[in-house]
């Protein structure tokens, strides 16, 4: 369907649409609980390295991405690069990579002497090797990457990717927020279908106050964790001064309202929800695992005080 090049721009194989619509694909997505490395591919690699401004890199990576044949993931770490020729070679183990072990490219920070630089590294190379952790979620897998002398492309300018990684992660903030506001969505449309098929006392479980309120309590987080989202998107697109807060107002608050809901989804569905066969467990692990992905919600509440001069 062309999704993964969504946002990639037509010169690059992309389709060449703005974040609003790329958002609508994550929060469907996040509500269908997706295992691929979409979030990976899109998410962080596509935008370091259109945030990186190097137009060869792009020319010459993103064509794959945009195509589906190429699956990258970002790297964010203090591994060392050093110059071999007209290349360069890098240093250093990574955690905690989203679809690292499947990766066929890695966006890779490493410090070189002129400070914090990204650098393209192939999972072919000799020099790379990873393996997939045992996580939390057990809908996106995790790995850890090891380079010992890995050839590397430089991507951007030399020293220049600290910026590159701040700008990277606001975007990924974006659409990790549209993910948990769709997958906040699909556990309320979960305990509202349970609360009018299960019965107790002769009656649907939803008709009682106890569990009619934590339907309405879920909606208002649902509701609002889609606004926020929404709304981080069409700033982003739209390139407004407000997205730097947007962003996090959205990573903060959607985060939160996404575990809070798939808990109470949990205590809706009562035994079965505890069990293993059903998917409630899968968005409770989800849930907690994406909260902490991109920085936690304090963290979150700390970058929004610091963006607003408070």
């Known amino acids: 369907l062309g999704w993964t090049g969504a946002s990639i721009p037509e010169a690059q194989g992309g389709a060449g649409l703005s974040f609003v619509e790329?958002?609508?694909?994550?929060?469907?997505?996040?509500?269908?609980?997706?295992?691929?490395?979409?979030?990976?591919?899109?998410?962080?690699?596509?935008?370091?390295?259109?945030?990186?401004?190097?137009?060869?890199?792009?020319?010459?990576?993103?064509?794959?991405?945009?195509?589906?044949?190429?699956?990258?993931?970002?790297?964010?770490?203090?591994?060392?690069?050093?110059?071999?020729?007209?290349?360069?070679?890098?240093?250093?183990?990574?955690?905690?990579?989203?679809?690292?072990?499947?990766?066929?490219?890695?966006?890779?920070?490493?410090?070189?002497?002129?400070?914090?630089?990204?650098?393209?590294?192939?999972?072919?190379?000799?020099?790379?090797?990873?393996?997939?952790?045992?996580s939390l979620d057990l809908t996106r897998k995790l790995a850890a990457v090891t380079l010992a002398g890995a050839k590397a492309r430089?991507?951007?300018?030399?020293?220049?990717?600290?910026?590159?990684?701040?700008?990277?992660?606001?975007?990924?903030?974006?659409?990790?927020?549209?993910?948990?506001?769709?997958?906040?969505?699909?556990?309320?449309?979960?305990?509202?279908?349970?609360?009018?098929?299960?019965?107790?006392?002769?009656?649907?479980?939803g008709s009682f106050q106890a569990i009619a309120h934590r339907c309405v309590e879920m909606l208002q987080r649902v509701e609002f964790a889609g606004a926020a989202s929404r709304y981080a998107a069409s700033c982003l697109a739209a390139d407004t001064s407000e997205f730097p807060v947007a962003v996090r107002v959205a990573a903060a608050y959607c985060g939160s309202a996404y575990r809070w809901v798939a808990t109470e989804n949990i205590q809706v569905h009562g035994g079965i929800g505890f069990t293993w066969e059903h998917d409630a467990h899968l968005h409770y692990r989800r849930s907690w695992a994406s909260e902490t992905l991109l920085e936690n919600t304090d963290q979150h509440y700390l970058a929004i005080a610091d963006r607003l001069g408070l």
């Open 22 to 134: 790329e958002a609508i694909v994550f929060e469907e997505l996040g509500r269908a609980l997706y295992s691929g490395p979409y979030f990976a591919s899109v998410a962080l690699a596509t935008n370091a390295l259109l945030c990186s401004g190097d137009e060869a890199a792009c020319g010459d990576l993103l064509p794959g991405i945009a195509a589906g044949t190429t699956i990258a993931t970002l790297a964010l770490a203090d591994g060392t690069a050093n110059r071999d020729g007209d290349g360069w070679v890098l240093e250093g183990s990574h955690r905690f990579l989203p679809n690292g072990h499947i990766a066929d490219l890695f966006l890779v920070t490493a410090r070189t002497d002129a400070g914090l630089s990204l650098f393209a590294v192939e999972s072919a190379d000799p020099g790379v090797k990873a393996r997939a952790l045992e």
């Open 154 to 205: 430089l991507v951007g300018e030399d020293g220049g990717a600290t910026e590159i990684v701040q700008s990277t992660l606001d975007r990924a903030r974006v659409a990790l927020a549209a993910e948990e506001a769709g997958g906040a969505a699909r556990c309320l449309e979960m305990s509202v279908e349970y609360a009018k098929q299960r019965e107790q006392f002769g009656r649907p479980i």
